[in-house]
């Protein structure tokens, strides 16, 4: 009896194991109060978490490595079905006494002279900025590559960064706009387009991700 309720539970998504892998930026965001929920929902369902680039989680969901993803867009015809839950914007992270402070606005130009804190390729916001700088002929000069926006938002230099990892930075940093750059990165859910045994655990995972992104 107790083996029958078991393959019942599994079958409909009730218990089993549902893997997760998201960028760096959603995780500090929301992680923890949708881990919690989750857990108090499905307590028999094993929740496995990786903190992941963009294009790790991009190629484990394509090998079958996890269940859901969420991150920026993946590339078309490779299986994948995208749902935007919200957008990143880019803002620049300058030391308090920079001189670039001075100036009323800050073009991306005005930055080909500062060595800039990069996360490490692969990385779709890496690849934006550089990509920015190409399309109007810009040098780009990389002081330092770093695995974490953590790190990088920690007061060494100057960067370009998604305003959503702002949060909580130092006190002698200052955040700006950049006029001439208006990125818009969709950050959302991924999935295989093949439906899966535990889609009713991805399906209450990926609303409450889309509930904490809204509430925020």
Known sequence: EQMQQDLSDLAAGESGTLRVGMIETIAR??????MCTFRERYPRIRLTIEILSTNRTHEQLIANQIDLGISTPPPANVGLLFEPILTETPVLLLPKNHSLLQQDEILLSDLCAECLLLTDPPCAYRTAIEQAFMARGLPLAIGLEIGSLEIIKQGMGVAIMPKLATYHIPDDTVIRPIKDW???MPVGLITREVPLPQSKAVQTF??????AAADA
């Open 29 to 34: 965001l929301y992680l923890l109060q949708v």
């Open 182 to 184: 208006k990125l818009h």
């Open 206 to 211: 990926s609303s409450l991700f889309k509930q």
